[in-house]
């Protein structure tokens, strides 16, 4: 199959979250699968600045109509991986800046321009090249419009760009909204301004787009899929959602074995396998001297990594700054995002000296040794659409402590609910879930016989891409 795939972000070039990893690994299994595949980006600065991108060959000069005026740009191309390909939507003014969506202090104010410039030199270079997509896949709101972008400037063409389109929702939470005046740089007629196009409560909504105009939508896990049709976890969309409820599945995310995999994870100072652990209590020693936290023999060390955002939990967890007070253990949080809880996070670890360690910033390699050196996982989200973490937790032999929404509620199994082949502690999202989730890990990790066994089941799963993007291609089959 012809496969393009658009999106934001793109692993390793460009990341803020999961969806780098998941657009990363998916485009580059599928086409270790022998599927021809394309993946657009915008040219940020992050991705030129890359050896990879050093030899990107300018293949499209663009000049794209946006409102009542023509933008320029160009499109460059490079390949990774056999049957990989992947371009560039570059123009300095929108995409050659320090930060992706923002400035670190606020987003950018011409957001809603960037991303229309970008879904629109997509769907330019398709008409221009000779890919003849199979399935033209986009992903979350940055690339929402093109389903619509596309099968209009197909109706105006008269050519097919795409056979089938698919449309995958990462975060219902972030949707692109913008008041309803940049509309006009879309050059969509106005039918599509109504309540059945992108009109939002008097804005317009990127997403919408989306949910509304691709031929299959898909979310990362079934049970997101659910959650994202009722008011609670629909974030406004709920609604729009139902009305696709025929073309909506949940598929679940993998994890890249060629990235972590404690086999060979060349960011550990020890690797370690199911069958010989023992680089894994190397592992902890190291996590332990570098978050500067005094060696523990009995209780448990406690690791998170991600967005400092409510989404996270990260407020149920400063809610129980005094079990970590209390008890022998140690917890050591690396995650960057709302000041506001990096402080609150700061003044637990103040209160806790030699308990809590906060590392407030983005460090991959930090983010594997948190994996591997913890002996549990802390991943308390209000909302979680798949989660990584807690795969590459089970993978890495620590235990995932998880509230039970989305695709945490999908990959972990509570071993109170199912003794025999739990892999993790599951909760109630909200503090005295979280703090009974915290007991319950104190008392299994006093059981070191249990907690081997939970262990070992974790690295028994198979989580891999391999098979996550078996169902993705089952989709576009079923599709086409
Ligand atoms: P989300 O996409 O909602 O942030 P996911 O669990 O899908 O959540 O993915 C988060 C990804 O970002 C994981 O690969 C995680 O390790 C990584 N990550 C989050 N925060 C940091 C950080 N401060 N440093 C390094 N990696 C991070
Ligand atoms: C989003 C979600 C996260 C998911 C990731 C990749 O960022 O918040 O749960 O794992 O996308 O699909």
Not at 120 to 140: F, P, Q, Y
Not at 189 to 194: N, Q, V
Not at 380 to 399: D, H, K, R
Request: charged letters at 20%.
């Amino acid at each position: 199959m012809k496969i393009v795939h658009v999106a934001s972000e793109l692993f390793p070039y460009v990341k803020t979250g999961g969806l780098a990893d998941a657009v990363g690994s998916l485009a580059a299994t599928l086409a270790d699968h022998g599927h021809e595949v394309s993946v657009f980006v915008p040219g940020y600065r992050a991705i030129l600045d890359h050896k990879d991108a050093a030899a990107a060959e300018r293949v499209l000069r663009l000049n794209i109509e946006m409102g009542d005026v023509f933008v320029t740009g160009d499109v460059r191309v490079f390949s990774p991986r056999t049957n990989l390909r992947v371009y560039l939507i570059c123009r300095e003014e929108y995409f050659d800046r320090r930060g992706i969506y923002g400035n670190g202090e606020r987003d950018y104010e011409d957001n809603h321009v960037r991303y229309i410039f970008f879904c629109k030199g997509v769907i330019e270079t398709l008409r221009m090249s000779e890919i003849n997509a199979d399935i033209v896949h986009s992903h979350d709101w940055q690339a929402a419009l093109v389903p619509l972008l596309l099968r209009y400037a197909e109706r105006r063409s008269g050519t097919t760009l795409a056979m089938k389109t698919v449309f995958t929702i990462h975060n219902i939470a972030f949707q692109g909204v913008f008041p309803m005046r940049s509309f006009f740089r879309t050059n969509l007629p106005s039918e599509f301004m109504s309540i059945d196009g992108l009109e939002y409560y008097g804005q317009m909504s990127y997403m919408k787009a989306g949910i509304l105009f691709a031929d299959r939508v898909t979310t990362v896990s079934p049970r997101y899929a659910k959650e994202i049709q009722t008011p609670e976890f629909g974030c406004g969309l709920d609604g729009v959602v139902q009305t696709r409820m025929e073309d909506l599945s949940g598929l679940i995310n993998g994890i890249d074995p060629e990235v972590w995999n404690p086999v060979s994870d060349q960011h550990l100072p020890a690797r370690y396998s199911a069958g010989n652990m023992a680089g894994k209590a190397v592992c902890r020693t190291e996590l332990l001297k570098r978050a500067e936290l005094p060696a523990l023999n009995n209780g448990p060390v406690f690791g998170m990594v991600c967005r400092l955002t409510e989404q996270k939990g990260v407020q149920l967890l400063i809610a129980n700054g005094d079990f970590f007070v209390k008890n022998d253990c140690r917890l050591v949080v690396l995650g960057t995002g709302d000041r506001r809880l990096e402080k609150a996070l700061r003044d637990l670890a103040a209160s806790a000296p030699g308990k809590v360690c906060v590392l407030a910033r983005l460090d991959e390699a930090m983010s594997h040794l948190v994996e591997a050196g913890s002996d549990f996982f802390v991943m308390p989200s209000l909302f979680e659409p798949c989660g990584l973490n807690q795969m590459y937790s089970q993978a890495y032999g620590t235990v995932p402590l998880v509230s039970q929404v989305g695709g945490l509620a999908d990959t972990v199994t509570d071993i109170a609910e199912k003794p025999q082949d739990g892999t993790g502690i599951s909760f109630p999202a909200t503090a005295a879930g979280l703090l009974r989730g915290l007991e319950r890990a104190l008392a299994l990790y006093a059981d070191k016989k249990l907690y081997a066994e939970v262990q070992a089941r974790g690295m028994s799963r198979d989580f891999s891409w391999g098979k996550a993007a078996l169902a993705y291609e089952h989709l576009y089959d079923s599709a086409l």
